[in-house]
């Protein structure tokens, strides 16, 4: 006989199953697992192999289980169990698994009485079980005994608390009916791990076995050492019967027939047996699969609202019709425009916060690489004299010239101006790039229909390139205008007079002394090994200094660098590392830091290297120029054999200085205004009002318009996935209406497991006067059948040690003289809380009554597991 309330509960989990799975999903339920401890021979493999409804354990006195056996209940059509150390056989006999579980354990402890705390694993498939794990754990023992360490009961206590410290562990706490409660070992382990008392039930086992006249009514009543969640009385099978091979069905049958003929527990009947623990068992996972389901059901209707507006679209979607054909390529179009718009304008919505995209990045291109570029090809100090000297001595020609020429000037100034043709170019480059970038990442939107976005593409793109054209010629038609005639009445031009007085420190920087450019991290990548490796600081540039601390609190400085003659070069990329380097060195070949005659500072990527380089241009630190030797060798030094022509070199290298500024002023802030009026103003006028038009003509509209395999099978997966979800919701409403949930027991006074708990009650003698007629265990009023006297000797046959609760009737006539005497003298009780108790039996509160003594006799030894 199986058991009955785990196998109702089967269809509901597989109904759950199947509703994920076609959703593509798994329903993780993670039902609890059972564990089962208690002293040694208590019955804990009894009770377990009860619940599964299958008898498949080694029973015995004495330790019988000496590993862990860690049971997995897995459903499946076929019935066969599987062990983990030998995977490829198939057990269907299950008294095969039960020798191979003795087999397996003596292998590794021995055949005299040895533990192992490591564990057997079985696996038994069945069409009649949930997907549980059942653990049967060693007996609590104290004194160990042929090959057990001296340590053991300190041995088996860490191996139980590894198995019932999970949350999602039910504890069964096993006691025999014939030992001391308030000394149970299971009870005070299942406290230490189950402090509220929320996954722990206590069961009582060999109910038969006790001495005649006493019995576990105040126990199973949860009256005298309550727990919360209560007791439930079971009686399994003995040794004789186990050798019998008394099958499961008649063993619980005579459970049954017990509990309703014993006067102490034939009113309460219905709470006890093995199917009772089973149905509350079952309860309990029936209450952890309707907690499961609060967090299941929202998570589905989250998923169904965000299908919802995709599929409200497609209820009534015909992929031929003309009219929908038409809308969709309008609003595709429009909705092309407007995204183009946000990426380059920017907008709030759909912020990319991982990298700077569209507009930003194009913002950096103006800003920061275009005047980075400008500053890279400004002349060298060295080749900027030399040049000036030829220019005034080419012009003078044969004679010596007294004063300095102004041809001079402007044919340097021209060199100059026709440099900032590459860099312009350049940068109109980098924002034809990005702008392809940004048609390509509006186009995704469009991946429904592949021609038309392979056409929108293409056709944009080469509006792009043909505005690229224009620009370009805007641009060097810019700088050919400034080419045509040099200002030099321009009221920021220094003028010749300034120019002779004028200092040499043009290039310096003029920002505010002390004003913080730039903050942010760097690592100082070449630091040697031996002085501890590459690091990151925390670098702080202002006008004046480079500064590194420990982290972004500034609070510990490690160094602070001045900026006088440092400039920065370029470092390559190492072989094994992914960081980009640039370097500061000092020009006067000093030590910049330490011994480092330079330091290399990396950053995670290039755009922070150039990021970096912008703000070091606006400290006044600029990058270093390529030494062009003369290659013909006649190199000279033409400034220190004239001191005229030093001062005229001087005063053009001014005057070249004053204006190159001045046109660099002009080009940094024409060039941003004209790109962005002929080439991104003008596409965004395009998408919006010609886009359409080009795309009529390039093709026609069931062309463009015809829809990807690809967009076909998600609209037909997400319609299935949508009426899957509303089935999955349906079937959880479903289960939350089929099963009951039962409330916690409310809270009982368990002080007595605390450790120093007080004294087990003492059984004190009883007068043997026997009052006429008295019926058993008057305590009140008694739901149930009334209760008949019994006559004289009907329960000789129950003969067991003394248990440590308040018993009942020793005799069922047995009683005191006086039934208003004394108690006998046992601690205070705890607060009487009964516990829960299943719907439709009723509540028993009985009125205080005196307690009844009994007799204390010898414990006679246990016959069964």
């Known amino acids: 006989m199986g058991n009955r309330g785990m196998e109702d509960l089967i269809p509901l989990v597989n109904k759950l199953q199947d509703a994920f799975s076609s959703i593509g999903q798994s329903c993780h339920l993670d039902l609890p697992q059972i564990a089962v401890v208690g002293g040694q021979s208590a019955g804990k493999s009894s009770v377990l192999e009860n619940f599964v409804g299958r008898d498949f354990l080694p029973r015995g006195s004495g330790i019988v289980t000496r590993r862990p056996l860690i049971l997995q209940l897995i459903f499946s059509k076929t019935e066969y169990a599987e062990f983990l150390h030998c995977k490829s056989k198939k057990f269907t006999d299950f008294d095969e698994v039960r020798q191979e579980i003795e087999a397996e354990t003596d292998r590794v402890t021995g055949t005299n009485k040895g533990i192992s705390p490591v564990p057997i694993n079985l696996r038994v498939y069945s069409p009649h079980v949930l997907n549980l794990t059942l653990i049967d754990l060693p007996g609590i023992t104290k004194v160990p005994v042929g090959d057990q360490p001296q340590d053991i009961e300190y041995q088996i206590k860490e191996m139980i608390l590894q198995f019932i410290s999970r949350e999602s562990s039910l504890i ?34 060999k109910l038969d076995l006790m001495d005649e006249g006493t019995d576990a009514r105040d126990i199973l009543e949860n009256k005298l050492l309550p727990l919360r969640r209560g007791y439930i009385g079971v009686v399994n099978r003995s040794q004789k019967d186990i050798e019998g091979k008394k099958d499961i069905r008649a063993a619980l049958a005579a459970e049954r027939k017990f509990f309703l003929s014993h006067p102490a527990y034939r009113h309460m009947a219905d709470r006890m047996g093995t199917p009772h623990l089973q149905k509350v068992l079952n309860q309990q996972l029936t209450n952890h699969i309707r907690e499961t389901l609060p967090s299941l059901r929202s998570k589905l209707q989250s998923q169904l609202l965000s299908l919802e507006k995709e599929v409200e679209e497609y209820k009534n979607f015909r992929p031929d019709d003309p009219t929908r054909k038409t809308k969709a390529l309008l609003q595709m179009v429009q909705q092309f425009g407007v995204d183009f718009e946000k990426r380059i304008e920017g907008s709030g919505d759909q912020v990319d916060t991982l990298e700077l995209s569209g507009g930003a990045r194009i913002n950096r291109i103006f800003h920061e690489r275009f005047p980075f570029e400008l500053v890279k090809m400004e002349f060298d100090e060295k080749d900027l004299r030399r040049e000036i000297s030829y220019a005034i001595k080419n012009i003078h020609g044969i004679r010596t010239g007294l004063f300095t020429p102004d041809m001079a000037f402007e044919a340097i100034v021209k060199k100059q101006i026709i440099k900032l043709k590459e860099p312009s170019l350049k940068c109109v480059d980098l924002v034809v790039s990005e702008l392809a970038t940004v048609i390509k990442k509006c186009a995704e939107k469009l991946g429904s229909y592949p021609r038309l ?43 010749f007079a300034n120019a002779q007085q004028r200092s040499t420190q043009l290039n310096k920087k003029r920002a505010i002394p002390n004003q913080v450019i730039r903050r942010g991290w760097l690592t100082i990548n070449n630091i040697s090994i031996m002085k501890g490796g590459s690091k990151e600081y925390w670098f702080v540039l202002t006008a004046e200094s480079l500064s590194w601390y420990k982290d972004e609190e500034e609070k510990e400085k490690k160094y602070m660098l001045p900026l006088d003659n440092l400039k920065i070069r370029d470092v390559e990329k190492g072989f094994m590392s992914n960081k980009h380097v640039f370097a500061i060195f000092n020009t006067e070949q000093r030590n910049v830091y330490k011994d480092l005659r330079q330091i290399e500072l990396a950053c995670d990527s ?110 037909d997966d997400m319609l299935r996935m949508y009426h899957a979800l509303k089935e999955a919701l349906h079937i959880i409403g479903d289960i939350s209406t089929s099963t009951v949930s039962t409330p916690v027991p409310p809270p009982v006074d368990d002080a007595w497991l605390q450790s120093g708990s007080s004294p087990t009650p003492q059984r004190r003698p009883t007068s043997t006067v026997l009052p006429p007629g008295r019926p058993p265990a008057v305590r009140g009023p008694t739901p149930g059948p009334p209760l008949i006297p019994a006559p004289a000797g009907s329960l000789s046959s129950f003969v067991a040690p003394p248990i440590p609760s308040r018993p009942g009737p020793q005799n069922v006539f047995a009683a005191n003289n006086d039934p208003f005497s004394a108690p006998p003298q046992i601690p205070s009780r705890p607060a009487r809380i009964p516990p829960g108790i299943p719907p439709g039996v009723p509540s028993r509160r009985p009125p205080a009554a005196p307690n009844r003594p009994t007799i204390i006799r010898p414990a006679e030894p246990s016959l069964l597991d």
Do not use: C
Not at 459 to 482: A, F, H, W
Not at 687 to 699: G, M, P, R, T, V
């Open 172 to 205: 069964l706490a096993v006691t025999p009916a014939n030992m001391d409660l308030a000394n149970s070992d299971a009870l005070k382990m299942a406290k230490e791990v189950d402090p509220q008392g929320l996954r722990t039930i206590g069961v009582i086992t």
């Open 606 to 715: 290039q755009e922070d290297v150039d990021s970096w380089k912008a703000s070091f241009l606006r400290a006044g630190v600029y990058p270093e120029k390529d030494q062009v030797e003369n290659e013909d060798g006649t190199q000279e030094n033409t400034f220190s054999m004239d001191p005229q022509l030093e001062r005229q070199v001087e005063t053009i290298r001014n005057l070249v200085d004053s204006y190159v500024g001045i046109i660099n002023k002009s080009i940094r802030d024409l060039m941003p205004k004209t790109i962005m009026h002929l080439m991104i103003n003008n596409t965004k006028d395009f998408i919006h009002s010609e886009l359409l038009a080009y795309l009529y003509s390039s093709a026609d509209q069931n062309s463009l318009m015809e829809e990807s395999a690809d967009q076909a099978q998600r609209r």
């Open 453 to 495: 976005r392979e056409e929108t593409e293409r056709i944009v793109t080469t509006y792009i390139r043909e505005r690229e054209g224009k620009t370009k010629d805007q641009i060097l038609l810019l700088i050919d205008i400034e080419l045509s005639y040099i200002n030099t009445n321009h009221e920021d031009f220094i003028g």
